[in-house]
């Protein structure tokens, strides 16, 4: 009795501030109030009596069975309340009861928004789960085409031998010709190396020329030796010296690097254009002779970079 006592009493409460926030009648302020003061006697009536039945002593193996029992009661009591109870009206004041009403409607309007914004989220999402659906479809549909396509050419093939063995014919004589053009370029390069190392041999090292003065090119603490009859180019940019094979001897001490051959700068330059033709540049190290890249460069064979003279590129003449 005592807690739906307080239930009620709490709920005019809340009903009590609600009016007086919106600022209803004065005499429907004093009816509630009225009735507030009479189910606080009620309530307190209920708590004496409650107190004056006082407490008794369980053992502790009964006490879990007594408040099962006691719980049972309870809601037997509140089960056969419920069934003989009536609707009542918290009061028949027409001003409390409009805005009583105009507080339910509220409370209503309030749930519908919110069931109407998640079936509108609901809705979306099943959108784009049909969007999405729909495209799969396409693309299987879109792929099926294909795959019935590629089988109506294959069943074509096979009605129409003639055809295939047209298209293998067409395949070999493509691998002639690819095998023709590598033989043809075997041949070129090996033509441009023996004529590479007929009229441009590397330089002589550490060897000396009985009784002709030799030029000797100094580069990065090594001495190169050029033989008389190569020495007809204009290396204007090489510091040249005249000695003879006497004084060369005294140098034999100084490192001796391995020059690459005009051939291999030159296929260098042409891997690095066909291969990376955005950086064509190639690196100018120690075992590139001075001579040779004089060479390239004053005859347009090769270009210089820009900003970076240690490094070079052959000339796009296939532009």
């Given at each position: ?279 064509p540049y190639i690196t100018i190290n120690e075992s590139f002779w001075p001579p040779y890249i004089e060479l390239l460069l004053r005859h347009g064979m090769a270009l210089r970079h820009p900003e970076d003279p240690n490094r070079m590129r052959l000339q796009a003449f296939h532009k």
């Amino acid at each position: 009795m005592a807690p739906r006592i307080e239930r009620r009493e709490a709920a005019m409460a809340e009903y009590l501030s609600e009016i007086a926030n919106t600022g209803g009648p004065v005499d429907a302020k004093e009816e509630l109030l009225d009735e507030c003061e009479d189910i606080w006697k009620q309530m307190e009536e209920c708590q004496s009596k409650l107190m004056l039945l006082g407490t008794e002593t369980l053992l502790p193996s009964d006490a879990k069975l007594y408040l099962l029992m006691l719980q049972w009661k309870a809601l037997t009591v509140d089960f056969h309340q419920w069934q003989a109870r009536n609707p009542e009206l918290i009061s028949t004041n027409p001003d409390v009861l409009l805005e009583l009403g105009k507080e339910e409607l509220q409370k209503v309007k309030n749930d519908l928004e919110m069931v109407l914004s998640t079936v509108q989220s609901k809705n979306k999402q099943l959108e784009e789960d049909l969007k999405r659906e729909q495209q799969w479809y396409e693309e299987q549909k879109q792929m099926l085409e294909t795959l019935n396509k590629i089988e109506e050419e294959e069943n074509t093939q096979v009605e129409h031998p003639s055809t295939k063995s047209l298209k293998i014919r067409e395949l070999n004589e493509l691998k002639n010709k690819v095998l023709k053009l590598k033989t043809y370029k075997e041949e070129l390069l090996s033509a441009l190396g023996g004529f590479l190392d007929e009229h441009f041999p590397l330089p002589e090292i550490g060897e000396n020329i009985k009784k002709k003065p030799n030029i000797k090119i100094k580069a990065d603490r090594c001495y190169w030796v050029i033989a008389p009859g190569f020495a007809e180019f204009p290396w204007s940019r090489l510091s040249v010296e005249t000695e003879t094979s006497d004084s060369l001897q005294n140098s034999s001490a100084e490192p001796v690097v391995e020059l690459k051959t005009l051939q291999e700068i030159l296929e260098m330059l042409i891997n690095t254009l066909i291969a990376t033709p955005h950086e064509p540049y190639i690196t100018i190290n120690e075992s590139f002779w001075p001579p040779y890249i004089e060479l390239l460069l004053r005859h347009g064979m090769a270009l210089r970079h820009p900003e970076d003279p240690n490094r070079m590129r052959l000339q796009a003449f296939h532009k």
